[in-house]
T-cell receptor, first 114, second 113 residues
């Protein structure tokens, strides 16, 4: 089975621009979660989508948004980029939503904001 | 507010010896804990988990210990191998968190041949 894929792997943007990141979960997985990883902060939860519905949202401003399609693929959008948005964005999938689910991570998208 | 903490940013261990990675949490309602390993340029990969109804779970060279009263868990790797060199994250969740996991900041383990 193919793993979680994320595109693009690397991205450079300037302040004020917007960006869209894509995540394809493992086949059959219906839950997709997004995390931001920055040095010293670990992985911070952004949101989770299950069956095209946002199930849970972390403590991030409204500039961060996402969506999920009927094939479970998910996109994350960040508008009006700030320097502090530079980070590794990780997507994780699991078969279902709910607690005690092992999550399978993709390789991440490295976003640099100049 | 960091609910899961890994206070040691780095750890170096000789090959063949035991590696002990520590993790503390603040929310006593967490009931499921995991360890992930991350190599550079790759996403985290699941290593081992433990439910709060247990105090120990073992999988080959990896053992996770949970001390609920101290809100502390640890990962033991015995014997340590150079291929174990990676960043290790602990994570916690509860029945109310859905698929949201709270991660620590990671400990970078270096196993010296």
């Amino acid at each position: 089975k193919a793993g979680v894929t994320q595109t693009p792997r690397y991205l450079i943007k300037t302040r004020g621009q917007q960006v869209t990141l894509s995540c394809s979960p493992i086949s059959g997985h219906r839950s997709v979660s997004w995390y931001q990883q920055t040095p010293g902060q670990g992985l911070q939860f952004l949101f989770e989508y299950f069956s095209e519905t946002q199930r849970n949202k972390g403590n991030f401003p409204g500039r961060f948004s996402g969506r999920q399609f009927s094939n479970s693929r998910s996109e994350m959008n960040v508008s009006t980029l700030e320097l502090g948005d530079s980070a590794l964005y990780l997507c994780a999938s699991s078969p279902t939503s709910g607690p005690n689910n092992e999550q399978f991570f993709g390789p991440g998208t490295r976003l640099t904001v100049l | 507010d960091q609910q899961v903490k890994q206070n040691s940013p780095s750890l170096s261990v000789q090959e063949g010896r035991i590696s002990i990675l520590n993790c503390d949490y603040t929310n006593s309602m967490f009931d499921y804990f995991l360890w992930y390993k991350k190599y550079p340029a790759e996403g985290p990969t699941f290593l081992i988990s433990i439910s709060s109804i247990k105090d120990k779970n073992e999988d080959g060279r990896f053992t996770v210990f949970l001390n609920k009263s101290a809100k502390h868990l640890s990962l033991h790797i015995v014997p340590s191998q150079p291929g174990d060199s990676a960043v290790y994250f602990c994570a916690a969740s509860g029945s109310w968190t859905g698929n949201q996991f709270y991660f620590g900041t990671g400990t970078s383990l270096t196993v010296i041949p």
